[in-house]
């Protein structure tokens, strides 16, 4: 048990096992004004591909990133390279057609290919393993899903079957099951291809925030706290578009977090990646780690900035964890963010319509290292001017009422009650209700004060208002950070951003 942040108790070291396991990078920060072909804001995934991706092309590429690279959402994923997205593709059929629905089957299982290539190129070190994923049943109701899905999945050309067995303790009734699909140590491959990008005209520059997009005469700029960018092209690769207001992402797509364990076993783990297919999300898989086998179960998943106790949900997790399998120990726990769009399909392309030098890449459902890859091939086929076969069903100017018109509905009055519940809530209680390891929105001096108590006893005040669109932050107690529940900004305890759309910390709050 670790009594670190968010600690008292909470099973392993509260870092992600990938982050642990890599050396911190130390680029540059940008040095001032700078002029480039595109210049690509942030560091993960789908911005480290697409950055490489261009200078292949023969592009001079910028890629600037607020902190370092690979320690935001990447460096907190599970890391499956799958096409097999818990139950997607009968969804997609019945929603878009059978011909979109067959270009995010084809993205997500091209991108697959397009990792293993570059693993194969540079020979990079990885624990790249190609594995089977499937997706199971846990009640007889789930079966009939699970069926259609391995048959929906099949007529799009995927390496589907239906299978009867699941090598997983428990009863199951049945999965869909996935040939060739595969999993690695994210950062690992990235730090490796992100090595490929500085030469040439080409930079990385971290501990540059980026803080503001402009779009006109056929430039693009981003300027940052250290300078100003000026490209042909740009591309927010920041997992959520923290310029968003020209196409209204903020509500378009909610935020939702997970919860990670790293588990040793009393016993070896299948082979396989797996996922149940309904209810609350249970996903299993191994990583080769030191002397054995790391297994990897996250789930848990929940809004953003909810007003609950997050350390339940790790508490929650081990016991689920533990009555799957004898658990020897608990090495490592962390969570995840992601955004999950009005129709359930990441935006992929164009910003806006009057934004056409501008691209974004977001809302990718927990299922990043395909969608994010195949974000890279994309977005560099747009710069390039080429026609991608796949942009259609990601296109971010989309909007299908029979899909997306109740969640876009749904959202937006739980965002407006959030937001107005927040601003004119008066929060009872003051200091001393506020007990060492605990953070609480408080009333002080007739304003509202974030208040946080760390161990020593010492109080971090701010202002909770996020910087964002004026939604209140709730307390995180699991990661002990500050979290926007409209559109999921967060802050340290101290108020300093670490994680988008929100560009600005939050103010100090004294008292």
Known sequence: MEHGPGGYGLPGRHESFWMETTAETAYPPLPGNLETDVVVVGGGITGITTAVLLKQAGYT??????????????????????????LIYAELIDRFGSRQAQQYAEANQAAIE????????????????????YTYAE??????????????????????????????????????????????????????????????????????????VQDGGGRCTVRTERGTVTARAGVLATHYPFYDSPGFYYARMDPSRSYVLGLRLDEPFPDGMFINAEGPTHSWRSQPAGDGELVIVSGMEHRSGETVDTREHYRSLEAYARSVYPVRSVDYRWSAQD??????VPYIGPLAES??????????????????TAA??????????????????????????????????VHNIGVAEKYI???????????????????????????????????EGRVHAVNPTCTHMGCVAAWNSAEETWDCPCHGS???ADGKVIHGPAVKDLAPRGG
């Open 61 to 86: 590429v910028a890629l600037i990133e607020g902190d370092r690279i690979c320690r935001g959402v990447t460096g907190h994923t599970t890391a499956k390279v799958t096409s097999l997205h818990r």
């Open 114 to 133: 397009t990792v293993a290539s570059f693993v194969r190129e540079y020979d990079i070190p990885c624990s790249f393993e190609a594995k089977p994923a």
């Open 139 to 212: 009640s007889a109701e789930s079966r009939d899903s699970v069926a259609a899905e391995a048959d929906a999945a099949r007529s799009l050309g995927l390496p589907a079957t239906f299978v009867e067995d699941v090598p997983l303790p428990g009863r199951t009734y049945g999965a869909v099951r996935f040939a060739d699909q595969a999993q690695f140590h994210p950062l690992k491959y990235l730090l490796h291809l992100a090595s490929l990008i500085p030469g040439d005209g080409s930079q990385i520059f971290e501990k540059t925030r980026a803080i503001e």
């Open 339 to 344: 955004y999950i769009t009005n129709d359930g």
């Open 355 to 372: 934004h056409e030098n501008i691209y974004i890449a977001t809302g990718f459902r927990k299922w990043g290292m395909t969608n994010g």
């Open 376 to 409: 890279a091939t994309i977005l560099t086929d747009m710069i390039r001017g080429r026609a991608s076969p796949w942009a259609e069903v990601y296109a971010p100017d989309r909007f299908k009422p029979a899909a997306s018109a109740r969640r876009f509905l």
């Open 421 to 455: 519940g927040g601003m004119i809530s008066r929060p009872a209680g003051d200091l001393a209700d506020v007990p060492p390891g605990e953070g609480k929105v408080l009333m002080i001096e007739g304003q509202k004060a974030g208040v946080f108590r760390d161990r």
């Open 490 to 492: 967060r802050y340290d």
